[in-house]
């Protein structure tokens, strides 16, 4: 009985191709599904889907009667009963290979799935911040992906739950899903109700900052502090030093994140010609009175230590309260001192530690001057 139900199922009848001939039109369906037998050695796998990739649900042995509700085209698969790439959807809604299946039945195909049109919330952004970041996670850490302009008209897909952000329009933990799939902040923006998203994607892991010796950290930075004193004037020196004692070597925060050795801010959504974006962070702010306070700041990203130190010599030349130092361009010692009086820092022992630095670790060599 097996060889004569083997020989009707042979051939380009099992292959589902236009006119292929499943015997039944797509669509058509058994309330009870299509009875069939397997024909394995040993078990054979159930899957999710109609491929050899696809999760496996369960197992049926040789010999078991399963219900078919129709058939579909997947990898190839070389079976028991047959060598095909047609896929058998079970009435459960699992599949197994047709390759290991016995019936004398005229399997149909299975209905494609009905299409949807995505229905999007159309969405304006608000912003007096400058340019706003959207980013590839709900998350200030996420990566940028782009920026948005006031008055930009955007798709939204759907919102979830991300970092807490002060914007223009508000305050909210609430991130907008773009028709693109990017990411943007919902304290920018205007719109009507947005569904939730089915899921969010896990914040980005905070990168680790690699234990660098100061030898290492030293031969890391000079690139970078020389061609800023190239670009701006500032001694290398003071510019390694002041990364160091700001820093902690690399291993603060804003270094390891987001290569930001000098606590450079944006200013209002501005970032300059060296950084690569914006991150906002929660700060404490203390006055002279004793009282803190939390508040968002927005301190600025880059791609590298170098980038980071040519940004510190353009914000020390583009701000003219730092003029007077451009007196000192070689003399390094002088230099810090004027930038400490224009206001840089306000720790009174601020100028010796930077130098201290510098004589300490021999970074007067790197002035490119000498």
Not at 49 to 65: H, L, Q, R
Not at 92 to 119: L, M
Not at 193 to 203: E, Q
Not at 308 to 326: I, T, V
Request: net charge positive.
């Amino acid at each position: 009985m097996r060889h004569t139900t083997r020989r009707l199922l042979t051939g380009a009848a099992l292959v589902l191709a236009a006119g292929g001939g499943l015997g039944m039109s797509p669509g058509t369906a058994y309330a009870a599904g299509l009875s069939a037998t397997i024909d394995v050695s040993g078990d054979l796998k159930i899957r999710s889907a109609p491929s050899t990739a696809s999760k496996v649900v369960g197992t049926v042995k040789d010999g078991t009667k399963v219900s078919i509700a129709c058939a579909v085209n997947g990898p190839t698969v070389s079976g028991k009963v047959r060598t095909t790439k047609v896929w058998d959807r079970l009435t459960s809604g699992a599949y197994i290979s047709h390759g290991y299946v016995r019936t004398s039945a005229k399997i149909p195909a299975c209905a494609a799935p009905a299409k949807t049109t995505p229905v999007y919330v159309t969405g304006t952004v608000r912003t007096t911040d400058g340019a706003v970041n959207t980013r590839t996670g709900p998350y200030t850490s996420s990566a940028v992906a782009g920026t948005l302009a006031n008055n930009t008209i955007v798709k939204i897909d759907c919102a979830v739950q991300g970092s807490s952000v002060a914007g223009t329009v508000r305050t909210t933990a609430q991130w907008d899903r773009l028709a693109d799939g990017r990411y943007v902040a919902h304290a920018y923006m205007l719109s009507g109700t947005v569904k939730a998203c089915a899921a969010a994607p896990s914040a980005p892991t905070t990168p680790v900052a690699p234990v660098l010796t100061p030898e290492q950290f030293i031969k890391a930075a000079v690139p970078g502090a020389q061609q800023g004193w190239r670009d701006y004037g500032v001694p290398p020196s003071v510019t390694i030093a002041q990364a160091i004692l700001e820093s902690g070597w690399g291993r603060s925060g804003l270094s390891a994140v987001d290569k930001n050795y000098f606590g450079i801010k944006c200013q209002n959504g501005a970032y300059g010609p060296h950084a690569s974006g914006c991150h906002v962070y929660k700060t404490t702010e203390c006055t002279k009175a004793g009282k803190c306070f939390e508040i968002n700041d927005a301190f600025r990203t880059y791609s590298s230590m170098a980038r980071s130190f040519r940004d510190h010599g353009h914000f020390l030349k583009a701000n003219k309260r730092y003029a007077p130092a451009f007196a000192y361009t070689k003399n390094a010692d002088k230099f810090i001192e004027q930038v400490w009086k224009a206001g840089y820092a306000t720790d009174p022992k601020y100028v010796p530690k930077v130098t201290g630095i510098m004589a300490t670790y021999g970074l007067y060599q790197y002035d490119t001057w000498k």
